[in-house]
Structure formats: C-alpha cells, structure tokens
C-alpha cells in the first residue's frame, strides 16, 4: 500500500507558510488522480476507510493500493473554507494553504456514474455543508465524461431533522451531452438569492439511463462560519 498524509497550514495567498490549523471537524474527500471516481481508501492495518475521510487536527491520513501513483483531494475544513490538491504524490508531508481572510470561497467535487448504488439514486457525497456557509447563484458543472440525453441535479439532502433536503436545489436537470464546463440556471434554493445553508449533506443524482457521465461540480459561497480559528506553531 501507499500512505498519503498532509496538514492544513494557515498561509494567506502570497504570505509565507504559518502555523498548522487545528481546529475540529473537516472532510477530505480522495480520488485517484485525473479520475472522478471515488478512491479505495485503507488504513494502516489494511481495513477499508471510509471516502471521504474525516480530518483529525486539521491532518488526513489514508492508504491507498500501490498500483495509485497519485490522487486528487477535495477538502472542505472544519471552518467552512474548501481547497482542492491536485496530483498529489505519496510518502510524504503535503501542507495544504488555507487563506483564512477569504470569505469568498468555491466548493469543488466530482461525481462519477461509477459511485452511484443504483439509477436515478440521490448519492451522498459524504460532504456535509456548515451552517453560516451562504451559498450564492450561478453554480457550474465540468462534464469531463458525456452522456448523451442525461442529466445531473445537484442538491441538499437531509440531516437536520425535518428539513427535507432538496435534491435539485442548487443544479436542475443539467444536460451531459457536451463536454467542458457548463453554466447552469439556478436550482430554487438559489432562486435570485443567496442560500444560507443549514447542516445539510450535499448530493448528486444522475438521471435513470446514465451510463457514463462524470465531472465536477463548482459551488461559489460566502463562508460566514462564525467562531475562533485555531492554529499551533507546532
């Protein structure tokens, strides 16, 4: 197996590297690199892991087959700040530049008919939004694998009690067909306004005939997580 390892690090855009953030919570999800397919994720025992990972002290740790020359990961902090590593190598330390005095932010994660469990099934990503993320219009879709006369919705599903979730609420029925990134009319949670988002899970669901469709989603937001950054100069 390979290990993969890397560590959120405070460093605003052109400052030099700071102290390591520690805060709680946060998500990681892997692919293989170039793939939008969910990686096969293990710990240091071999047991499978689930995808994505949870972040310990702003670190991720997982293993993947040795036959995984590199992987993609798509993080989303405890603090509601999301980044993307791309290519990332094994065996070794990767710091992960958070710039924490950005508010303006853009969530990215792929999709890929391969992880659904069945047709037309909403598919958790396993990404769950923070409450005080304010998701704003106009999200994109890059369809990087076509389907001819299919569709992605890109929503919310539930996790706070009663909510409901909206499966279709931030992308309606986006065609497949063409290839490369496409702009999308908004869902109605973002109906010529900003969403202000609750603890919901955020999903995908490809229509009943998708066989081959795969890319990757583009949500703008305003993260306006309220609390105190932690970090450690250790």
């Known amino acids: 197996m390979r290990k993969y390892k890397f560590q959120l690090q405070d460093r605003p855009i052109g400052a030099f590297a700071g102290p390591s953030i520690i805060g709680t919570g946060g998500k990681c999800l892997v692919t293989e690199a170039g793939n939008c397919q969910k990686a096969t994720l293990y710990d240091a025992a071999g047991a499978s892991l689930a995808n994505p990972i949870s972040l310990t002290r702003g670190s991720g740790v997982f293993y993947t087959a040795t036959a995984v020359d590199a992987v993609d990961l798509f993080i989303l902090t405890g603090e509601g700040f999301a980044t993307q590593l791309w290519s990332v190598g094994p065996d070794e330390l990767h710091?992960?530049?958070?710039?924490?005095?950005?508010?303006?932010?853009?969530?990215?994660?792929?999709?890929?008919?391969?992880?659904?469990?069945?047709?037309?099934?909403?598919?958790?990503?396993?990404?769950?939004?923070?409450?005080?993320?304010?998701m704003q219009p106009f999200p994109y879709v890059k369809v990087v694998t076509?389907?001819?006369?299919?569709?992605?919705?890109?929503?919310?599903?539930e996790v706070v009690p009663a909510d409901g979730g909206d499966a279709d609420g931030f992308v309606s029925l986006l065609a497949l067909d063409t290839a490369g990134l496409v702009a999308d009319t908004n869902g109605a949670l973002l109906n010529a306004v900003e969403y202000i988002a609750p603890a919901d899970s955020l999903?995908?669901?490809?229509?009943?005939?998708?066989?081959?469709?795969?890319?990757?989603?583009?949500?703008?937001?305003?993260?306006?997580?309220?609390?105190t950054p932690i970090i450690t100069q250790s």
Do not use: C
Request: aromatic share 8%; proline share 4%.
């Open 146 to 157: 076509i389907d001819a006369t299919e569709t992605v919705n890109i929503g919310t599903g």
């Open 95 to 134: 710091e992960v530049p958070i710039d924490r005095s950005n508010r303006s932010q853009m969530l990215v994660f792929p999709f890929s008919v391969d992880d659904q469990v069945s047709n037309n099934t909403e598919v958790d990503t396993g990404l769950d939004l923070i409450v005080g993320m304010v």
């Open 203 to 227: 999903t995908w669901t490809l229509s009943a005939g998708a066989d081959t469709g795969e890319g990757y989603v583009f949500l703008p937001y305003r993260n306006l997580v309220s609390g």
